[in-house]
Nanobody, 115 residues
Framework: QVQLVESGGGLVQAGGSLRLSCVTS????????MGWYRQAQGMQRELVAS???????IYADAVKGRCTISRDNGKNTSYLQIDTLKPEDTAVYYC?????????WGKGTLVTVYS
C-alpha cells in the first residue's frame, strides 16, 4: 500500500506564501501523474495543479500565475508552491498520485489564509 503524507500547511496572512510537500512511500519515478487538490469547507474537491512524468503541468485558473507544482523523483516527493495567498485559498490540500494505474491519496494538510 502506497502512503502519501502532506506537510507544510498552516495559518498564513493574505499575500504570503506556502510550500506544501507530499512524501510518497514508494518510488514515484514511474508515476504517470501527480496532483494537488483542495477542498474548502462545504465545497467539492477540486484540482489545483498536476504534473506528469514528462513534466507537463496543468493549473487551475484560480491559482494560475501564483502556483508552481514540481516533483523530485529522487526524494519521492512532490511540491506545491503557492504565492500571493488569498483567503479563498483556504482549504484542505490533498496530494494525489497514480502509479501503474492505481490511485493513491494523502490525508491532507490544512491551509488557512486570513486577511
Amino acid at each position: 500500500q502506497v502512503q502519501l503524507v502532506e506537510s507544510g500547511g498552516g495559518l498564513v496572512q493574505a499575500g504570503g506564501s506556502l510550500r506544501l510537500s507530499c512524501v510518497t512511500s514508494a518510488s514515484i519515478f514511474s508515476a504517470n501523474y501527480m496532483g494537488w487538490y483542495r477542498q474548502a469547507q462545504g465545497m467539492q474537491r477540486e484540482l489545483v495543479a498536476s504534473i506528469t512524468s514528462s513534466g507537463g503541468t496543468i493549473y487551475a485558473d484560480a491559482v494560475k500565475g501564483r502556483c508552481t507544482i514540481s516533483r523530485d523523483n529522487g526524494k519521492n516527493t512532490s511540491y506545491l508552491q503557492i504565492d500571493t495567498l488569498k483567503p479563498e485559498d483556504t482549504a484542505v490540500y490533498y496530494c494525489h498520485i497514480v502509479i501503474r494505474g492505481m490511485d493513491y491519496w494523502g490525508k491532507g494538510t490544512l491551509v488557512t489564509v486570513y486577511s
